[in-house]
Each structure stands twice: as structure tokens, then as C-alpha cells.
């Protein structure tokens, strides 16, 4: 079956530290790919996404992501997470063949600590 | 990227009873998008809304539960009928940009729905 997979249910990391969020898909096709946050109580933002070309992605506030074809992977990065970082992150995954629809992983909380 | 202006942000509501909910696009777009995010769960897909045509439903949403209209290219409605406490969730609606602003998806900000 079509899936997109987030490990992480949580991740905790200090302030300062380093960030990696996972995300797998199981598409044989290729696809488009997501990264959303929502902060309590907010709407969903985009972080970056990957269509083509360059498999590193630079997105806001500082997240980039690497697509990795042989894995299947987008994980999400940030080399110093912020306090303001900690909200729930969601990876996404288009398949145009399918007719646009966007499917999202179950997220991963991020909590960060002092 | 397009804005979405969503409404009600969030509405109480009688179990029994039904509740519209607005999605208004400031431009216009071929493809609307429904989701429904339940208390701490990810977002699933209802159906995808076509100017034009009847709406797509995702399996497990049904059009008497959730009818949708699409009347023009930037506007559309869910409606959540005979609710129940189990339809308490958050509705998103959801759009792609065209080229311009690389087909990325935009959200509403929500609805919030309670029912008791």
C-alpha cells in the first residue's frame, strides 16, 4: 500500500543541538515531497519541498532536506534547533499519477529542551 | 501562494446537527482539497472539489456526511452533517499553486469543531 512513514512519534533535543527528522514513502513512482509545521492551536506552514533537480532542499527558518531515492528518505534537518522550533512536523508526499492528492505521514512532535 | 480565508475558526455544535464551513481562495484554482485532522492524529484527505463536477471522495467519507459544493474557482463549502462527538476534529481546506509558486499546497487556517 501507498504509504508515507514517520517514525519519530516524539523527538526531544536541546536547544543548540542538532535535528533530524525521518521520513520514508513507499511509492514505486516518483514523487513530489512536503515538509509542514504546525505549532499548537496554528495552521499548517510549509517548510520546504522537492520536485527535481537538486536533492538538497533549503527551506524556511533554517530546515533543509535531503531526498535520497535509493531509501526512499526526505529526512528534514536543522544544524541548531531554537526553542520556537517545537510544534508537530508532517512530511507529504505528491504523486501526480494519482491524481494530486497529498498524503501526510502521522507526524512527528518536537519538543525542545533548555 | 495563494491565501485561503477559512471559516468558522471554530464552532460548538449539538450533535444532530449540521455545520458549514466556508474555504475562499484569492485567486483562482482548478483543485480544492478537504481534510479533517483528529484530535492528535495526522491530517487525512475527505475528498478533492472540482469546479464543475461532483467531488472525489476519499474510502470512509461518504457524500451524505460530508457534502461539498464548488460553485466557482475560488470558493467552496464542507458541510458536516448530523454530527456526532466523534466528527470533533480540525477541517482544513487546501489548495495547489500553480507554477508561479512551485505547485506547493497552501492551507486554511482551520476549523475547530466541537460537538456535545
Known amino acids: 500500500a501507498q504509504s508515507v512513514t514517520q517514525p519519530d512519534i516524539h523527538i526531544t533535543v536541546s536547544e543548540g543541538a542538532s535535528l533530524e527528522l525521518r521520513c520514508n514513502y513507499s511509492?514505486?513512482?516518483?514523487?513530489?515531497l512536503f515538509w509542514y509545521v504546525q505549532s499548537p492551536g496554528q495552521g499548517l506552514q510549509l517548510l520546504l519541498k522537492y520536485f527535481s533537480g537538486d536533492t538538497l532542499v533549503q527551506g524556511i527558518k533554517g530546515f533543509e532536506a535531503e531526498f535520497k531515492r535509493s531509501q526512499s528518505s526526505f529526512n528534514l534537518r536543522k544544524p541548531s534547533v531554537h526553542w520556537s522550533d517545537a510544534a508537530e512536523y508532517f512530511c507529504a508526499v505528491v504523486i501526480m499519477e494519482y491524481g494530486n492528492k497529498l498524503v501526510f505521514g502521522a507526524g512527528t512532535i518536537l519538543r525542545v529542551k533548555s | 501562494s495563494a491565501v485561503i480565508s477559512q471559516k468558522p475558526s471554530r464552532d460548538i455544535c449539538q450533535r444532530g446537527t449540521s455545520l458549514t464551513i466556508q474555504c475562499q481562495v484569492d485567486?483562482?484554482?482548478?483543485?480544492m482539497f478537504w481534510y479533517r485532522q483528529q484530535p492528535g492524529q495526522s491530517l487525512t484527505l475527505i475528498a478533492t472539489?472540482?469546479?464543475?463536477?461532483?467531488?472525489?471522495?476519499e474510502s470512509g467519507f461518504v457524500i451524505d456526511k460530508f457534502p461539498i459544493s464548488r460553485p466557482n474557482l475560488t470558493f467552496s463549502t464542507l458541510t458536516v452533517s448530523n454530527m456526532s462527538p466523534e466528527d470533533s476534529s480540525i477541517y482544513l481546506c487546501?489548495?495547489?499553486?500553480?507554477?508561479?509558486?512551485?505547485?506547493?499546497?497552501?492551507f486554511g487556517s482551520g476549523t475547530r469543531l466541537t460537538v456535545v
Open positions: 487546501s489548495v495547489q499553486g500553480d507554477g508561479s509558486s512551485g505547485y506547493g499546497y497552501t
Open positions: 485567486s483562482q484554482v482548478t483543485m
Open positions: 511509492y514505486g513512482a516518483t514523487p513530489y
Open positions: 472539489a472540482n469546479q464543475g463536477s461532483e467531488a472525489t471522495y
